[in-house]
């Protein structure tokens, strides 16, 4: 921050007042910065796995892959970390791709209702066997919004994989969905572990997670919401969470409505 004073002074000399102005020469600082902290973040995350599975092949190499009780849990080890290095550099990917504007929406005119609805049921198929009930508050009625097939699913996937990574066995999933003014409003509720207040700021942020081990054993790549929030973004619409510690989540996102197929 750069500051230049000014002293105000009457016409008989008396001094009575002082100007400051702070100018930001900070800016691109803070840019390189943001850009240092990503690749350290990047580097960080794809080291961590890469050193598990490192040593976890020297074991099989060292003997252990002929013990027929320790070998498979090593090797399934390797598999996981590399699968979680897989979804994170398509998170990468995709987030760089959006930041470069190197991407173009399909935009369509999408009934939102039962575009949700649809997501909601593949997850209820998926999610069979973790107890989690679903419940849709979705109005039966037509909204339409203008935006991204892909894209809106990626947004929807994201929360509810949160959603059911966070949810306690037999918690409830509730997804609501209503029309206000000029936009949709859909929301996912959990009733999971939530998120303590003084971290809710942070969660959209590339890279944050409350509690990082333990998120990393349930698979996060800190991404998803950032990924979630460029995507609600680039539709012209927001995204916010409330949180309960230790009783419940709420993602919510506000969609714009395309007027012109509500006429139709
Ligand atoms: P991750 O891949 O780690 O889940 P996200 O960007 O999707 O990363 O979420 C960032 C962090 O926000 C998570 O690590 C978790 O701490 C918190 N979070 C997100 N959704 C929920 C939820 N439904 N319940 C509790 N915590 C959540």
Redesign the pocket.
Known sequence: LEAHFSVIEKENGEQNGLIAVLHDVTEQEKIEEERREFVANVSHELRTPLTSMKSYLEALADGAIEDPEVAPRFIHVTQTETERMIRLVNDLLQLSKMDSKDYHMNFASINLPQFVDQIMERFEMSTKNESITFKHKIPDRDMFVYGDRDKLTQLMD?ILS??V??SPEGGTITCALKAEKDRVLVSIK?E????PKENIPF?FDRF????KAR?RNLG???????IAKEIVTAHGGSIWVSSDWGKG?T?SFALPLDEEAEQL
């Not at 999971?192 to 998120?195: A, K, L, M, R, T």
């Not at 944050?208 to 509690?211: G, I, L, N, S």
């Open positions: 994201n949160n959603a990574k966070y959990d999971g572990v939530g998120i969660v944050y997670r409350v509690d998120t996060g790549t800190g991404l998803g919401l950032a989540t993602i």
